[in-house]
């Protein structure tokens, strides 16, 4: 089937299931077996909607990325501060909640296959730069409003999103102890450096 | 023949065919076939040596960890401010380096396979501990010196180095463009913040 044809619900019972194979298993040992195992349907059931592993994984990409642009849409806080606190405490996923992670780092493992792979490439840039732009607004919003310095916000953004997604390797995907709690108290201390001293 | 037998030599060659191959072919298509074409031996030669794919790249891992160590050990820069500045430098590889870049993805992807691999965790784990160390040092030292204000080395680190390792996701993994010079910048920039204002 097209993929722009799978009836929405479909897509995200399937995206569901491949975020639970993947968060459990990784990319490279992930297989359509293990995502019918996670799902209501057979892998015959799977290969109706979607021709290849990796077409599913990229539904569940689409899935993460409208996930993700909800979310911070839906940020609750007001004002540049407290926003960009918000989308970190997003983008820093608690190192005890095992599923949020399995998926932080099997993102990060399709991040590595992006060079080599055409397909997953698209549509985690997409995510990428989506995510780069929430963040360079806020931070544009704070330089207009005088609550931030005169940063660049694109740089600022950049920096931002590294240092969380690095937080992925060797917070999440190594275990490092305690070293979450100090990545979240220097980059909260880092916003402060942000702030316009009054 | 036990891994610590290998001579150191044989151990340099080999190290350097698995990193070849993996900037080339990344971990999950890496096969010690692809290690031997970047090799003088034969795959059976490889064998003679390491008894697996993984125990070859534990030997360029740990190779790595110890050019990366002398490396940091060995900058040049004077001061906490200069050698902090050297040690970002180090990290964030040239974007137009295609052998650097895939290497760093390669090792983003071996971070991926940690959860479920002893053998690479190890290893991966020890760089990262001692590359946190070093930049928690240097840390330390300038504030002990007055140059830094009074941040938390650790914390300082652990911000450092999970900016840099995140940039090989999206700056070098995905080829987003002008990320890397953005993130250059606001890095540098977190540096001027950390020091003490005369």
């Known amino acids: 089937m097209p993929v722009d044809s799978v009836p929405p619900e479909q897509k995200a019972q399937i995206a569901n299931a491949v975020r639970a194979a ?11 077996k293990k995502v019918a195992a996670e799902s209501d349907k057979s892998e015959a059931g799977l290969y109706y909607y979607y021709d290849s592993k990796d077409e599913m994984i990229v539904a569940f990409l689409e899935t993460s990325e409208d996930y993700l642009a909800r979310s911070l849409h839906d940020i609750d806080a007001e004002g540049p501060e407290a926003r960009l606190r918000a989308v970190c405490d997003i983008l820093l ?6 599923a949020a992670a399995g998926v932080n780092i099997a993102v990060m493992e399709l991040l590595s296959h992006a060079p080599h792979n055409e397909t997953l490439r698209e549509p985690l840039l997409r995510m990428e730069r989506h ?15 005088g609550v931030f310095r005169e940063v660049d916000p694109e740089g600022t953004a950049a920096f931002v999103l590294s240092a969380t997604d690095g937080y992925t390797g060797f917070a999440l995907a190594l275990g490092m102890e305690g070293v979450g709690d100090d990545l979240r108290a220097s980059l909260s ?9 009054a």
Chains 1, 2 share one sequence.
């Open 22 to 32: 993947l968060a459990e298993h990784g990319y490279a040992r992930l297989t359509t």
């Open 189 to 197: 201390a880092y916003i402060d450096s942000l702030l316009v001293v």
């Open 131 to 145: 995510t780069l732009g929430v963040i360079a607004d806020i931070v544009r919003d704070g330089v207009e409003q």
């Open 93 to 98: 996923v608690d190192e005890g909640d095992a």
